[in-house]
């Protein structure tokens, strides 16, 4: 590994490594442009070069020229340090074409089998055509960036390239090569619009329906009060089901913007679930099912975001309810959790459960085992509701995980913490609340 060494190497080099290393963490801490950690990298590179060019001139050493400090009093042996501790890759090609210096991100993720990077060309390194064509264009004096894929000793990441040339006298000059590692932010790109996609690919069926409907009321239904009827219902179904889709994006989209906090309130749990109750009774009537809720005494009033919490156990029941048997019970069961102010909600149904190979997947935005577990097309969910149940639960700090078995049932279990209210002195007692 060739970290850099204050001592090693030609103090350019290092003065454009850490010059590299600082700016690029300026940039990421205020959302600068890319074109931000080169520029201030050469603004630091051309004060150097003043002291370079005295020493070779035959001013004296590079520590005069710089006004007497030496390598323990210039900031060099700082920015030395903050080059290695960059995430950033910086690399310095000298104008023969080697390498001469390499921060520690860049020997770590290049090293291999014992191989250095200082002293090897640019071939033997960095084979990417586009990383030629810049390292081309800095050598003839231009500053050039792209975005590159590259493999390094173990990991294919995405880089934000940015190459250009130290202001000197050298023909042709030396090269700095700085590459940030921008995988995470295209792959989020990439879910956007596979997120995109899929919900234009949801939307598309309903609008169909709803479209082939009305066409067949302008042209061809004029006598048929049933078929006028049936395809009205078409239509009506379908706009439900375009409602829902749309409402379900904008929720989810919601938890998983930045800057989300839970607005935490004292809350009731067995009136909670009696409204959830109410609001789920038509799928419960009509599939003869009974919700059983099972409290424990420590747990009967909570400190949560009431909107979030009866957002998941809301979707979480009307999710048992699709895929339970008919006529058997939807179970919630609240217990403490493993640390004294957590709490373990369990919510259980005996129905067709789900394959052990769809578990891994089942909170995957529209994702769906199978419209067929449900018996029924009609209660076809839009895929979104385990999703948005994960990310609140990620809102109130906790976790959620499933137990299933095929044609058994299947059991969820939320984990929040800090929920259980203890010695409460603000809430009165029962005997309190009759005499008031």
């Known amino acids: 590994m060739q970290a850099l060494a204050p001592g090693s190497g030609s103090i350019r080099n290092i003065a454009v490594l850490c010059a590299g290393a600082v700016a690029t963490g300026a940039t990421a801490a205020s959302a600068l442009p890319s074109s931000v950690p080169i520029a201030l990298g050469l603004l630091t590179v051309a004060y150097t070069s003043i002291a370079l060019r005295a020493r070779h001139a035959g001013h004296g050493p590079v520590e005069s020229a710089m006004g007497g400090a030496t390598p323990s009093t210039t900031p060099l042996s700082g920015l030395h340090s903050a080059a290695n501790e960059s995430d950033d890759l910086l690399l310095v090609f000298s104008p023969d074409g080697p390498i001469d210096s390499a921060n520690t991100s860049a020997s770590e993720f290049f090293g291999a089998g014992g191989i250095g990077v200082v ?42 390239a940015i190459c250009a040339p130290l202001p000197a006298s050298d023909r042709p000059p030396a090269v700095v090569l700085l590459l940030r590692d ?9 879910l956007g619009g596979e997120f995109v996609a899929s919900v234009s690919h949801e939307m598309r069926t309903p609008l169909a329906s709803i479209k082939a409907a009305l066409e067949t009321l302008e042209h061809a239904v004029h006598d048929d009060p049933q078929m006028t009827h049936k395809l009205l219902t078409m239509i009506d179904t379908n706009v439900d089901r375009l409602e829902a889709l749309t409402a379900d994006v904008l929720r989810l989209s919601q938890l ?3 800057g989300q906090s839970p607005e935490l309130s004292e809350l009731e749990v067995k009136p909670a679930f009696d409204s959830i109750g109410v609001l789920l009774d038509p799928l419960f009537s009509e599939r003869k099912l009974r919700l059983e809720v099972e409290i424990a005494p420590q747990l009967e009033t909570i400190r949560t975001d009431p909107r979030l919490f009866e957002l998941v156990f809301k979707n979480l029941i009307e999710n048992a309810g699709k895929f339970a048997f008919e006529g058997t019970p939807i179970r919630v069961e609240a217990l403490p959790g493993d640390t004294p102010d957590s709490s373990r909600w369990r919510v259980t149904d005996r129905g067709v459960g789900i394959p052990i190979h769809h578990q891994p997947r089942i909170f995957d935005r529209f994702y769906q085992v199978d419209t067929a577990r449900t018996g029924s097309s009609k209660r076809r969910g839009t895929g979104l509701g385990l999703a948005i149940v994960q990310n609140a639960v990620r809102a109130l700090g906790g976790t959620i995980r499933v137990e299933s078995v095929w044609q058994q049932g299947t059991t969820m279990i939320v984990e929040l913490p800090n929920t259980r209210v203890i010695n409460s002195p603000s809430r009165p007692s029962s005997q309190e609340a009759a005499s008031s």
């Open 182 to 190: 921008v995988t995470a932010y295209q792959s989020a790109l990439r």
């Open 119 to 160: 002293g090897r060309l640019i071939e033997d390194l960095l084979p990417q055509a586009e990383i030629h064509e810049l390292y081309e264009a800095a050598r003839a004096g231009q500053r050039r960036e792209c975005e590159v894929a590259i493999t390094g000793r173990d990991a294919r990441r995405i880089f934000r």
């Open 256 to 258: 998983e913007s930045a």
